[in-house]
């Protein structure tokens, strides 16, 4: 099979497309012909060595991916080929083929096509454990969005809207701001141009937002410590800015929130720490409300371009040039040329 291969992290010539082996199922595993796969700043983290999940070389990146099952291991019991699936890999989905342990795999309703389908396994399930299991949104609070547009950004408006929440979305431009009321934001802040302390502040009568989904870190961390609402959660998943921020204790203290740090990994068994033995069931849970949102209209995953296995460099290039609204895909096996 082909697949993109990575033998040295933080060397762009050494990472090429190369003729592999097809990958062999263990008995828990799920062979995958892969129809798409998502294309994340996680990879752009990964292929630099900055990542926390980066595997030793040499690998294939990509942890998200849908597509068919043709082969299931002897104890596999969920599935069974020509199944229609969505999937977490720790690596290997930009290639033609994965095998996925059965405990990540998820069978993918036919509304549902594949490109939209990679969002689930990743952002769409972080952006629900951030907002359901961690931050526990009730109706009518109001939620603050970083990085609004990108894949978590959108996945989190879409669910926020879900669970009845007001939303304020913070983007860089205008066609970020676009796609964010597409997604039922309520009001949207560009930050680029205006105070998002001032303007949370001024949109909730000076109490600040009870909830924060902070994708980004560094600057909109700490906007966030200045405009969260007392007893407010402050959810730190990622950090696109590539800054690293820090809250002193005594801030915490004198403004009574939470800063709640989450790590969609450790639901898939993937923390050095052993995930609970509930958290199988309660992702399955997660991933059918997620996917019956879906059917019902009120979630609208959005993939800006599609790419043959072949262009991945410019996949990636473009979501290095923060020009991503949702998510770009990588199709293996599509047929015509250049972005789709
Ligand atoms: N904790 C977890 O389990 C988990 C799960 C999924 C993803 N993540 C992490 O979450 C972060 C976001 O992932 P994503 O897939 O949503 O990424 P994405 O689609 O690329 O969106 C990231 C957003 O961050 C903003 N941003 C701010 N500074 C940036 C910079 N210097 N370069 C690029 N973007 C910048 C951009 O919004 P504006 O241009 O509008 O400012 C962009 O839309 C990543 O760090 C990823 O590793 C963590």
């Known amino acids: 099979m082909r697949a993109v291969v990575c033998r040295e992290c933080g060397n762009d010539a050494a990472v090429q497309i190369e003729t592999l082996p097809e990958p ?8 995958i012909a892969i129809a798409s796969t998502g294309v994340s700043f996680a990879n752009l983290l990964v292929l630099a060595g900055k990542h926390q999940n980066t595997p030793p070389v040499p690998f294939t990146p990509g942890t998200e991916v849908s597509g068919i099952v043709i082969e299931c291991g002897a104890k596999v019991s969920r ?108 009001v949207v802040i560009n930050h680029r141009e205006q105070s998002i302390r001032e303007h949370v502040l001024a949109l909730t009568d000076g109490r600040g937002a009870e909830v924060i989904f902070d994708p980004v870190g560094g600057e909109a961390f ?18 696109a800015s590539g800054t690293i921020p820090r809250v002193p204790a005594n801030i915490l203290l004198v403004k009574n929130f939470d800063v709640i740090g989450l790590y969609w990994g450790y639901y898939l068994g993937w923390s050095k720490q052993a995930a609970h033995p509930r958290e199988e069931a309660r ?48 199709n293996p096996v599509a047929s015509t040329p250049g972005p789709r």
């Open 222 to 239: 700490d906007e966030s410590i200045r405009c969260i609402a007392p007893e407010g959660r402050l959810i730190t998943m990622g950090f």
């Open 79 to 186: 599935f069974r080929p020509g199944d229609r699936v969505a999937a977490s890999v720790r690596n290997g989905g930009f290639a033609e083929l994965v095998v996925a342990p059965e405990r990540t795999v998820y069978a993918l309703p036919e509304a549902i096509d594949f490109d939209a389908a990679v969002q689930f396994p990743t952002i769409y399930a972080t952006a629900y454990a951030g907002l359901v299991w961690r931050a526990r949104v009730l109706p009518g609070d109001t939620v603050l969005v970083h990085g609004a547009a990108g894949g978590s950004g959108l996945a989190a408006i879409d669910i926020a809207k879900c669970l009845g929440a007001r939303v304020i979305a913070s983007v860089s431009s205008p066609l970020k701001a676009e796609a964010c009321r597409r997604h039922g934001a309520d």
């Open 24 to 31: 062999v199922v263990d008995e828990h595993g799920v062979r």
């Open 283 to 330: 992702v399955r849970a997660a991933m059918a409300e997620l996917f019956a949102w879906c059917e019902q209209g009120r979630l609208r995953p959005e993939t800006l371009a599609r790419y043959r296995l072949d262009d991945w460099r410019a996949a990636l290039d473009r979501l290095a040039a923060r020009e991503v609204i949702g998510r770009v895909v990588i």
